[in-house]
């Protein structure tokens, strides 16, 4: 016997059908369409609840990041100092997009802050536009081939790839700005053995560190000779109409001459300052455009490969790739195994979901797994 679909249910699948089979929608430059929550094919109380639930978990005082930045890090960091500008922050804000839809977004989602760790999956893009280019040949090329100023020039540090950078299994050793790399996150008890701490084949260990993530941004504006925020301006974010309102600085002492012009090596966070001060709209078109694999309205901005490259488990990290997080081992178990997402200090999130056509940006909210474990719930 045939079943039978109740009418309220066959109304919503057919509406959820039709808002499916809509082609791909791109927003404008000035424009971003809201869709109701039901015709994305939410649960409209369930997503509102997320929502909700999100807010009361931010945090957003003190306000000022200076103070917060120099007391997470100085009391455990030998020599700690603030390089690069940094911004109070004000309230929370977040974003919800499906099908290229906003679904829900809250706060002033076109206030640009900072947003610390996050710079670090734009910086990889960069290093995706430079493969592209052909500025770097293959990703398991030796920096050394590349960078000739003794940064990459001793045993240790010459055996460093490309890929050995981007997964933050390098382990380079030396000095950049001024800070040590075994300055950042010193490991063991002792701060008189910290300067001769044991050295790793590169590509062996992990270790989260911006120093290392520096060298890599500097790197890279030694091989493309262009300013890191010009070549993401011109062939990410102007493309994606992204605002004008966010920069990507570096510190008061990361600048360099490259073919008689005066540079700014950027950060790759905002550990000592600096970093990229972005909105969450902003974050929300570039999480967008990942989640279309690279592809805006028709035009590859990154290859769509890289998506695959970027994603894959470092071995000996496997919920990390080229500076994105990953789920492959079901650290959001709501979340399917291909999702993905960049984080920063102080729960700052980009979250991309193709498998639910789905992208989540938030600011001063860590909580990350119980919001899209909540989001995707309110999924139909």
Not at 326 to 346: T, V
Request: include cysteine.
């Amino acid at each position: 016997m045939p079943t039978r679909i109740p009418c309220t249910a066959l109304a919503l699948l057919l509406a959820t059908s039709l808002a499916w089979s809509q082609p791909e929608y791109y927003p404008d430059r000035n424009e971003w369409q809201t869709l109701p929550a039901d015709e994305l094919g939410f649960d409209p109380q369930a997503l509102e609840n997320a929502v909700e639930w999100a807010r009361e978990q931010a945090q957003v005082e003190p306000s000022d990041l200076y103070g917060v930045i120099y007391n997470a890090f100085a009391p455990n960091e030998p020599d700690f100092r603030i390089l690069g500008p940094v911004r109070d922050r004000a309230g929370d804000s977040g974003m919800i997009i499906r099908n290229g839809y906003i679904a829900a977004q809250w706060g002033d989602v076109d206030r640009a802050d900072m947003t610390f760790s996050v710079a670090k999956s734009y910086l990889s893009t960069m290093a995706a536009i430079a493969l592209a280019d052909g500025d770097i040949r293959d990703l398991d090329d030796r920096v050394q081939h590349y960078v000739q100023d003794g940064n990459f020039d001793d045993s240790h540090n010459s055996q460093i790839t490309w890929r050995h950078l981007l997964n933050q299994t390098s382990d380079w050793s030396g000095t950049l700005w001024d800070t040590p790399d075994w300055a950042d996150r010193p490991v063991g008890d002792d701060p008189e053995q910290w300067p001769y701490r044991e050295k790793h084949t590169p590509g062996t260990h992990y270790k989260y560190n911006d120093v290392r993530v520096n060298m890599l941004a500097y790197a890279l504006l030694q091989t493309m000779r262009t300013p890191l925020p010009v070549v993401l301006r011109d062939r990410i974010m102007d493309p994606i109409g992204a605002s004008s309102t966010w920069r990507w600085t570096g510190y008061e002492n990361s600048w360099v001459t490259l073919d008689g012009q005066r540079m700014q090596s950027v950060s790759g966070g905002g550990h000592f300052g600096g970093g990229m001060f972005i909105s969450t709209a902003d974050h929300a078109r570039f999480g967008l455009l990942f989640q279309r694999r690279g592809n805006w309205n028709g035009e590859q901005l990154i290859p769509a490969d890289w998506i695959d490259t970027m994603t894959e488990p470092t071995p000996v990290q496997p919920n990390y790739g080229f500076m994105w997080w990953l789920n492959g081992e079901g650290s959001i178990e709501a979340a399917p195994e291909s999702a993905y997402w960049a984080s920063g200090f102080g729960g700052n999130y980009i979250y991309v979901d193709e498998e639910n056509d789905l992208v989540i940006v938030m600011r001063w909210i860590p909580r990350l797994n119980e919001m899209v474990t909540r989001v995707i719930n309110a999924i139909q």
